[in-house]
């Protein structure tokens, strides 16, 4: 089972930005696929972006793109979300997730989560 802490939450204006960090073992970071997932009030979870072990391919919904980057960090061993240009509809609770299998990544179907970082947009 991977362990990941998800981190950097909080409350922005629209229009403003945040950073999320994921922090795994050196174990987990280089053999997993990981994603960034949120789960909005009433709402089910869903991708927000997804990024290869190898970096060459990244998936995400068009209601990010463009705004959101997902990236990874080899020395602090973290995989990391750019929020940019946040809209009150990027309000929920952010999970990040991996795994060896690409596809799971992709479809989210994880049996376990972690506790996530609340987001909120709003003025």
């Known amino acids: 089972q991977v362990q990941l802490v998800e981190s950097g939450g909080g409350l922005v204006r629209p229009g403003g930005s945040l950073r999320l960090s994921c922090a795994v073992s050196r174990s987990t970071f280089v053999i997993n696929h990981f994603g960034w997932y949120r789960q909005a009030p009433g709402k089910q979870r869903e991708l927000v972006a997804a990024?290869?072990?190898?970096?060459?391919?990244?998936v995400m919904p068009d209601s990010v793109k463009g705004r959101f980057s997902i990236s990874t960090d080899g020395l602090e061993n973290t995989i990391n979300l750019q929020m940019d240009d946040l809209k009150v509809e990027d309000t929920g609770v952010y999970y990040c997730?991996?795994?060896?299998?690409?596809?799971?990544?992709?479809?989210?179907?994880?049996?376990?989560w972690g506790q996530g970082t609340q987001v909120t947009v709003s003025s």
């Open positions: 997730n991996g795994d060896r299998s690409w596809n799971l990544v992709v479809q989210g179907s994880f049996d376990s």
């Open positions: 990024r290869h072990s190898t970096g060459a391919r990244i």
